[in-house]
């Protein structure tokens, strides 16, 4: 059985910075591509940074401000995020790429905000 606990949430003011973190057991470390995704209130869930063998990917709404990165020996995924805007606020997910409705946990909770 899979289990995915993301951390590292909270409330930051714009320009602001959060260091993300996805902690995985199980197999989900077999796939190829991780990947965190959010949800803002009333919109769909996006993926905004993923991250293969030698390649990562970003939304264009992040490039440049969040990197990702894993660490295959812990089992874990990161989002490092900068210059933080109000639009950034959301619940993160972390999933693999594409995603499989069996890995969603509960999320972090991520507050830009004055």
């Known amino acids: 059985q899979v289990q995915v606990v993301e951390s590292g949430g909270g409330l930051v003011p714009p320009g602001g910075s959060l260091r993300l973190t996805c902690a995985a057991s199980?197999?989900?470390?077999?796939?190829?591509?991780m990947g965190w995704y959010r949800q803002a209130p009333g919109k769909q869930r996006e993926l905004v940074a993923s991250i293969r063998v030698g390649t990562t990917n970003y939304a264009d709404s992040v490039k440049g401000r969040f990197t990702i990165s894993r660490d295959n020996a812990k089992n874990t995924v990161y989002l490092q995020m900068n210059s933080l805007k109000p639009e950034d606020t959301a619940v993160y997910y972390c999933?693999?790429?594409?995603?499989?409705?069996?890995?969603w946990g509960q999320g972090t909770q991520v507050t830009v905000s004055s």
């Open positions: 199980g197999s989900i470390f077999s796939f190829v591509a």
């Open positions: 999933n693999v790429v594409p995603n499989r409705s069996a890995y």
